[in-house]
Nanobody
Framework: QVQFVESGGGLVQPGGSLRLSCAAS????????MGWYRQAPGKQRELVAT???????NYADSVKGRFTISRDNAKNTVYLQMNSLKPEDTAVYYC????????????WGQGTQVTVSS
C-alpha cells in the first residue's frame, strides 16, 4: 500500500503561514483521494481538508478560507498551504489517502508538528 511522509511544520506566530508537504510512494498516487488531518493534545484526530484525484476539494469549516489543499501528481505530493494561522491550529498534521473503492489506510506516520504561538 502507498506510504506517506509529512514535512514542513514548524513554529509560527499567529497570522503567519506554513506550507505542509506530503510525499507519497508505493502506488499510483494520481488515483488517490487524499486528506490532511490534525490532532491536538487531548483531542481526537480531525479531518482538515480533502482532495480527489481530479482536484475536487473540501475543507473543514474551521479552516475554510485560510487553508488550501493541492496536489502535484508528477511529484507524488499533496500540499496544505496554511495562511492566517491561529493558535487553535496547533496540532500534529498527518496525511492519508485511499484509492477509489478502498477504505482509508490504517497506518499513520509521524506527522509534522505545527505550533502557532507568539
Amino acid at each position: 500500500q502507498v506510504q506517506f511522509v509529512e514535512s514542513g511544520g514548524g513554529l509560527v506566530q499567529p497570522g503567519g503561514s506554513l506550507r505542509l508537504s506530503c510525499a507519497a510512494s508505493g502506488s499510483i498516487f494520481s488515483l488517490y483521494h487524499m486528506g490532511w488531518y490534525r490532532q491536538a493534545p487531548g483531542k481526537q484526530r480531525e479531518l482538515v481538508a480533502t482532495i480527489t484525484g481530479g482536484g475536487s476539494t473540501n475543507y473543514a469549516d474551521s479552516v475554510k478560507g485560510r487553508f488550501t489543499i493541492s496536489r502535484d501528481n508528477a511529484k507524488n505530493t499533496v500540499y496544505l498551504q496554511m495562511n492566517s494561522l491561529k493558535p487553535e491550529d496547533t496540532a500534529v498534521y498527518y496525511c492519508n489517502g485511499r484509492s477509489v473503492g478502498t477504505p482509508l489506510g490504517t497506518s499513520w506516520g509521524q506527522g509534522t508538528q505545527v505550533t502557532v504561538s507568539s
